[in-house]
């Protein structure tokens, strides 16, 4: 059974209870109405059993033909009254009473004309009324009886009345209480096993599943509560390849990005910085060798015959022997200096830290001799010279710019005086000086 169904049959049971309630007390007031009515004529017939008694006693003291019609008027009311409340009071009791007034008439009827105004009263007429008080005290008993019989009716039936309706009452009480019982108990321990799973899926465990048997609004929602925990578990599956397929992209896209920062500062053939990022970080090693009064010094290197070797034998092996150039450069000086090309066959480095000029003439003759060495190509095995300007800091220059004018144009001195391999810009002739 569903529980809606379950509920529907506790707020009907609920609804009976109010309604048997209901009934009770229109039935208990019914009852009491009717009681109030049987006692209300009772206490009429009394009320015409007391205005007999009036009469009677007007008429012994003072007798007469009117006083003696009043009476026969008091006992035809009684009697008419007696008629009337069949119903409220029992036929014996309106028996009995009716005779008691006959009585009375007839006892009237034996007096009349025995009896005058001045007559004094003798021993018959004391009987007479004595007769007359036994009737009246006979008809008072009578309806007392009828009264306090009608009590005890009407008290009996009330109690019989609350029994069997409180008992049904209390039978449906217990039923709806036992039966609301079993609900929330069965519902409570339904619910903490639905809480409990849903807490579990808040927590991210997605294997438990969850079981109810009966088939019921709740056994619906743990199967809605199941399915959205398969569709969850997908969900997280696709989740986690998109977050890996994101994570991937976003290191394709930095290396990219270093790729593209690669190449925009270095020299697409050789790998060496270009001019412009040559010229950048060489700026920051000045203001560094500026700050720190140390010495540096800045290499313009030209390959005198690579043009001859690239016109013979082609641009494949001119770009060849570059390569091996760049990778012997970067060799030969340390991981601190700078490295660039500036085009063609000229090259730029940037010595850092120098502690003397003995230490630049051993990265110069060390330079030349990697230079100088074979390079084995697919066509020839060839070598190279090379020319080597040099400007110091800070002994020649302070600024980049005047410095590899220098630099330049003591390259272009020993490029051009065959004896010399490498020239300093403080070695140049006085007329070569800037």
């Keep these: 059974m569903k529980i809606g169904q379950q509920l529907n049959i506790v707020v009907y049971a609920c609804a009976a209870l109010t309604l048997v309630t209901l009934l009770i007390t229109v039935e208990l007031f019914q009852k009491q109405s009717q009681t109030q009515v049987r006692l209300n004529r009772i206490v009429a017939v009394h009320s015409q059993i007391d205005s007999l008694r009036g009469r009677l006693w007007l008429y012994r003291q003072y007798p007469s033909a009117q006083t003696r019609q009043d009476v026969y008027q008091s006992t035809n009311a009684l009697r008419a009254q007696l008629s009337s409340d069949q119903h409220a009071i029992p036929p014996q009791s309106v028996q009995s009473m009716t005779q008691a007034a006959d009585s009375i008439d007839r006892l009237l009827d034996t007096t009349t004309g025995q009896f005058g105004r001045e007559q004094s009263v003798d021993e018959g007429r004391l009987m007479l009324f004595s007769r007359f008080n036994i009737l009246l005290q006979a008809m008072s008993e009578a309806a007392f009886s009828v009264r306090q019989q009608a009590m005890h009716d009407a008290s009996k039936q009330q109690k019989m009345l609350l029994v069997v309706h409180g008992g049904i009452l209390v039978l449906l009480a217990l039923l709806v209480t036992i039966f609301a019982t079993r609900l929330r108990r069965r519902l409570r321990q339904r619910l903490k096993t639905l809480h409990s799973t849903v807490t579990q899926i808040k927590k991210g465990d997605l294997t438990t599943e969850l079981i109810m048997t009966d088939k019921d609004e709740l056994t619906e929602l743990a199967d809605h509560v199941n399915e959205m925990k398969h569709a969850l578990s997908h969900t997280m599956v696709d989740k986690n390849q998109l977050s890996e397929e994101v994570a991937r992209q976003t290191q394709q896209l930095r290396e990219q990005q270093h790729q593209l920062k690669f190449l925009a500062e270095h020299d697409e053939l050789t790998g060496l910085f270009n001019r412009r990022a040559f010229e950048s970080h060489v700026d920051v090693a000045l203001m560094r060798a500026n700050r720190a009064q140390t010495n540096a010094a800045l290499l313009f290197i030209d390959l005198n015959n690579f043009k001859q070797v690239n016109d013979t034998y082609g641009h494949g092996v001119g770009d060849e022997l570059l390569r091996v150039v760049s990778q012997r450069l970067k060799h030969a000086v340390r991981r601190s200096d700078l490295v660039g090309r500036l085009g063609g066959d000229e090259f730029i480095v940037w010595l850092d830290l120098l502690t003397d000029k003995d230490a630049l003439n051993e990265v110069i003759r060390r330079i030349q001799d990697d230079v100088h060495a074979p390079i084995l190509t697919e066509k020839a095995e060839l070598s190279l010279v090379s ?29 051009t005086h065959a004896n010399e391999r490498h020239c300093l810009y403080s070695n140049l002739p006085a007329e070569r000086i800037q």
């Design 387 to 415: 020319s080597i300007g040099v400007s110091c800091f800070p002994t020649d220059g302070l600024e980049l710019q005047q410095m590899m004018n220098q630099a330049d144009a003591a390259m272009y001195y020993a490029k």
